[in-house]
């Protein structure tokens, strides 16, 4: 909500909040939002039309998008790969996009995507997933990353994988520097969300005992980027007031793999 009304502090979004009809909130919700404890109403139901996320998209129209974006449901890692899950999401994309990545038939005379599961266009290199991320917009980059990290996952392509999952966290890095994205709050989620990317890159590439050449490097790479994010989360942590910085901490601690090693200081 802060990144679609342009504001950059809480304060400032729940002052205009409380001179919105219909919009008042209790004192301190959205403190308790960032820490995670409770939801807002609309989570769990997004076919609902009267949420408190859609109330607010009438006045900052695109909140409800940005809530509902795909990418949330893919930046914890899980290793087990829901591919009805996936091949949704990609067709949720703009045609443009996912007609890349999902493989067609035909059928009556038109190009369908094909059944579950056998859907998924495996021989894309990696030299050529990046050139296709890489004309994408950035949150659409992200999505496709994530998806593509999960299906070179399910197919055991080690290299698709990783470049896929790093891809994702330098996508959101690139986000941090978006001109629109500077509110401290905002920069916070952004860091949170990376370190969930980096998590799935600890248990799958930086753990695991190195096989070949390739591994041993792209670990290297993995590791190099851990310590690129380490540093910019010691330098978002420094800029913070103690309350904020803790509470910052905390969530990394509390969400992240990574973040369980990390004190702020």
Same mark, same amino acid.
């Given at each position: 909500?802060?990144?679609?009304?342009?504001?950059?502090?809480?304060?400032?979004?729940?002052?205009?909040?409380?001179?919105?009809?219909?919009?008042?909130?209790?004192?301190?919700?959205?403190?308790?939002?960032?820490?995670?404890?409770?939801?807002?109403?609309?989570?769990?139901?997004?076919?609902?039309?009267?949420?408190?996320?859609?109330?607010?998209?009438?006045?900052?129209?695109?909140?409800?998008?940005?809530?509902?974006?795909?990418?949330?449901?893919?930046?914890?890692?899980?290793?087990?790969?829901?591919?009805?899950?996936?091949?949704?999401?990609?067709?949720?994309?703009?045609?443009?996009?996912?007609?890349?990545?999902?493989?067609?038939?035909?059928?009556?005379?038109?190009?369908?995507?094909?059944?579950?599961?056998?859907?998924?266009?495996?021989?894309?290199?990696?030299?050529?997933?990046?050139?296709?991320?890489?004309?994408?917009?950035?949150?659409?980059?992200?999505?496709?990353?994530?998806?593509?990290?999960?299906?070179?996952?399910?197919?055991?392509?080690?290299?698709?994988?990783?470049?896929?999952?790093?891809?994702?966290?330098?996508?959101?890095? %690139? @986000?941090?520097? /978006?001109?629109? =994205? +500077?509110?401290?709050? &905002?920069? !916070?989620?952004?860091?949170?969300?990376?370190?969930?990317?980096?998590?799935?890159?600890?248990?799958?590439?930086?753990?695991?005992?190195?096989?070949?050449?390739?591994?041993?490097?792209?670990?290297?790479?993995?590791?190099?980027?851990?310590?690129?994010?380490?540093?910019?989360?010691?330098?978002?942590?420094?800029?913070?007031?103690?309350?904020? %910085? @803790?509470?910052? /901490?905390?969530? =990394? +601690?509390?969400?992240? &793999?990574? !973040?369980?090693?990390?004190?702020?200081?």
């Amino acid at each position: 909500m802060l990144l679609e009304s342009g504001l950059t502090e809480v304060q400032e979004l729940e002052a205009v909040f409380g001179k919105t009809p219909g919009l008042k909130l209790a004192s301190g919700l959205w403190s308790r939002y960032m820490r995670g404890e409770v939801l807002p109403q609309g989570t769990l139901l997004p076919a609902a039309r009267n949420t408190l996320v859609h109330r607010v998209a009438k006045f900052f129209p695109r909140t409800s998008d940005t809530f509902y974006a795909p990418f949330w449901d893919f930046l914890e890692w899980d290793p087990i790969v829901n591919f009805d899950l996936v091949k949704s999401t990609y067709l949720k994309l703009n045609e443009d996009i996912h007609v890349q990545f999902v493989a067609r038939i035909e059928v009556d005379g038109e190009r369908v995507p094909t059944a579950n599961g056998k859907f998924w266009y495996l021989p894309k290199s990696v030299e050529a997933r990046r050139r296709v991320v890489a004309a994408l917009g950035d949150w659409d980059s992200l999505t496709v990353c994530l998806l593509e990290a999960r299906m070179s996952y399910a197919a055991q392509n080690f290299e698709s994988f990783a470049d896929s999952q790093l891809l994702a966290c330098k996508t959101i890095a %690139r @986000l941090q520097k /978006v001109q629109k =994205l +500077q509110a401290k709050r &905002l920069q !916070g989620v952004l860091l949170t969300m990376e370190a969930l990317c980096l998590d799935a890159l600890v248990i799958n590439v930086i753990k695991p005992t190195p096989l070949n050449q390739t591994q041993y490097q792209t670990r290297e790479r993995c590791r190099d980027w851990m310590k690129n994010w380490n540093r910019r989360c010691n330098a978002h942590a420094e800029s913070l007031s103690s309350k904020s %910085r @803790l509470a910052f /901490v905390r969530t =990394l +601690q509390v969400d992240t &793999l990574i !973040g369980r090693s990390f004190d702020g200081h």
